[in-house]
């Protein structure tokens, strides 16, 4: 039988959308409909093992599965023996040391001698000892945010993606510890026909994600002008230009990265552009 690489999902919570539509935007077809703990998709040699993202990076370590999509955050604070291989564009987010908002604690400094509860406290503890404040970590694996109402801390460290559980909660953030997002994670001793489809799984994310960086753009630019309109426009090669039926005008067709989006758009239009049209890019191979 030939192999199938084993993916780690997170089953609910954060991330769970955002790896669903991941795969989907791969053209992996994946039916979770029965809430399975594992499926195998229909269309690509891979099984999806859904599971709590806490325990991924164990499983993957482990060989339980052979890659997993897990937020940074827990990667670093599990420290178990894994692969970074891709960071994955989605489940953006903080760590960060909150307080209640009326409180008497305004800085970090203000934290020594007090306890402070979170689900990481490795990430924690060495900032702190960097920081040089001496405080106490309570560890508890869920609903942190509760913790300073009813008296078990007096800040919190935890996961801040909207805000709205610290803003629920009346709390504040005081500090960043860390900045994370979610990302591929991969055991270190796959075989060689796994990386194989890994490579191929990873040449496909790499498609998705650089199509969601750029737009495809088309405008009519006078001829006069279109050699520094090519110039704001580099594109993948060079852009596509095409006469208009209206002489002394052309179309001018090409791709433009998402942040230098704005920035360029007025540059095209002070040297004259019109009838600028952006178009989102589904895949974008180069
Ligand atoms: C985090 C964190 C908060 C919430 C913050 O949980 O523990 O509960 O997200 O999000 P917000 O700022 O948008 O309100 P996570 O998704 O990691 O779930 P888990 O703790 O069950 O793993
Ligand atoms: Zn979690």
């Not at 937020?71 to 760590?95: A, M, S, W």
């Amino acid at each position: 039988m030939s192999e199938t690489l084993k993916i780690a999902v997170q089953k609910s919570g954060r991330l769970y959308e955002g790896s669903m539509k991941l795969l989907k935007e791969c053209g992996i077809e994946i039916s979770n409909g029965n809430n399975q703990l594992r499926v195998l998709a229909s269309n690509f040699p891979v099984e999806v093992f859904f599971l709590r993202d806490d325990d991924i990076p164990e499983y993957v370590q482990d060989s339980v599965a052979d890659i997993g999509f897990v937020g940074e955050n827990v990667v670093y604070e599990t420290k178990k023996q894994v692969d970074c291989i891709e960071k994955l564009g989605f489940g953006k987010c903080r760590l960060s040391v909150a307080v209640p908002k009326n409180g008497t604690l305004k800085t970090t400094t203000d934290l020594n001698g007090r306890r402070i509860a979170t689900s990481y406290p490795n990430i924690l503890s060495s900032y702190l000892e960097k920081a040089g404040i001496n405080a106490t970590i309570h560890e508890i694996s869920g609903s942190v945010e509760i913790a300073p109402r009813i008296g078990l801390a007096d800040a919190i460290c935890d996961l801040v993606s909207s805000g709205s559980t610290l803003f629920t909660n009346e709390l504040k953030e005081i500090e960043t510890i860390l900045s994370s997002e979610s990302i591929l994670i991969s055991n270190s001793n796959l075989s060689d026909e796994k990386k194989i489809i890994l490579e191929s799984l990873l040449f496909r994310i790499r498609s998705v994600k650089k199509a969601k960086n750029n737009k495809y753009v088309l405008l009519n630019a006078p001829n006069n002008k279109l050699d520094i309109i090519c110039k704001l426009l580099p594109g993948m090669k060079s852009p596509t230009v095409l006469p208009l039926a209206e002489s002394g005008w052309s179309s001018v067709h090409s791709v433009i990265n998402e942040s230098d989006f704005w920035n360029v758009i007025e540059k095209l239009k002070a040297n004259g552009a019109q009838g600028i049209l952006i178009i989102p890019i589904e895949k974008m191979i180069v």
